[in-house]
């Protein structure tokens, strides 16, 4: 894949809709888990070098929470969603009535439940798409800084990757806007596969 494929629109708009599937699914579940309305906005995706996250993502020092699932079968990879601490402050805001240090057990689970929902809805997007058997892991849930989090992801599927897809949101419960980032690192095996699909 050439450098110039990161801005292909083939490949950007089907991510794109895949992103929006996906988040669209994860708005009805997290709704029908709190018992009230979640609106989400049209994902902006974009697909970049491993190199550049960090242009995109902001300050490596930021303090967020993050959630990551790992994933294998016929495509194989990690994806997390990353959310600041203003984000994390809303959704325990929204969420529990009340806000609570980032740290918190109770609120380290939300965190996490809310996280599996939305990276595994777009895992199950990215696996119907293709037509591909794809099995989660258990999810792992950690407040640091952004740039060990990101070092985590890394560690786990990114030796050998090359690109990553990373999707902006913004989810609306109520009168609460939660800014999140999902991150997605396929193989490159994986990403070969994802290319090929498109007839690329």
Known sequence: MSKDDLSNPVILDVLKELANIGTGHAVTALSSMIGKFVGITVPEVYLESLGKVAN????????VAAVYVGY????????????????????????????MDLCDPMGLSMIQEVGNILVGSF????????????????????????????????????????????????????DVNIRGWIVDIPTPESFKRITEKLGL
């Open 56 to 63: 995109i993502l902001g300050d490596p020092e930021e303090e």
């Open 123 to 174: 895992v199950s997007a990215l696996a119907t798409f293709f037509g591909s058997t794809i099995l989660a892991e258990p999810p792992g849930v950690a407040v640091d800084m952004l740039g060990a989090v990101l070092n985590v992801l890394l560690a786990e599927v990114g030796q050998h990757a090359d690109y990553l897809i990373v999707a902006k949101t913004t989810i609306s419960i109520e």
């Open 72 to 99: 294998h079968g016929e495509l194989d990879g990690g994806a997390m969603v990353i959310f600041d601490a203003s984000s994390t402050h809303g959704l325990f805001q929204a969420l529990m009535g009340s806000d």
